[in-house]
């Protein structure tokens, strides 16, 4: 078994961590017809998405391009904002009509409006005398 230096260990995490995909936030709102999905994605353009509803998962993935190059000499103090590729998938607590979707960016907000499908119907059983 080949022992890694604590040197190379940490540089196998950072270069993990430089390219993992960012988590997008989300909220989740349900009103008495549909099911809504929220999410500031400032500057992040509709050909850029890719949403897809399979069952009751949602997920949304997208790009957010950096318009910034960034030189050698730059100094970077705070960075908090995340640049590249991007996903969210959520289990949605109630069914939907998929063919009922609308995803609409408007202002760097994405929503997403989904009627909600009927629920199960309960099915009552019929009590039969023994003959």
Known sequence: M????Q??????????LSTQEGKLSI?????????IVRSAIAGVKTQDLDITLLDDTLTIRGVRNHDYEERTSDQIHVQECHWGSFSRTVILPNRVDADT???????????????KKEKDKK???LEIEDL
Do not use: H, N, P, Y
């Open 2 to 5: 080949s022992s890694m230096s």
């Open 123 to 125: 099915i009552s059983v």
């Open 101 to 115: 979707v609308e995803a609409t960016l408007k202002q760097g907000i994405l929503t997403i409006k989904m009627k």
């Open 27 to 35: 909220d989740v709102i349900e009103t008495r017809d549909e099911m």
């Open 7 to 16: 040197k190379d260990l940490s540089l196998g995490l950072s270069d993990w």
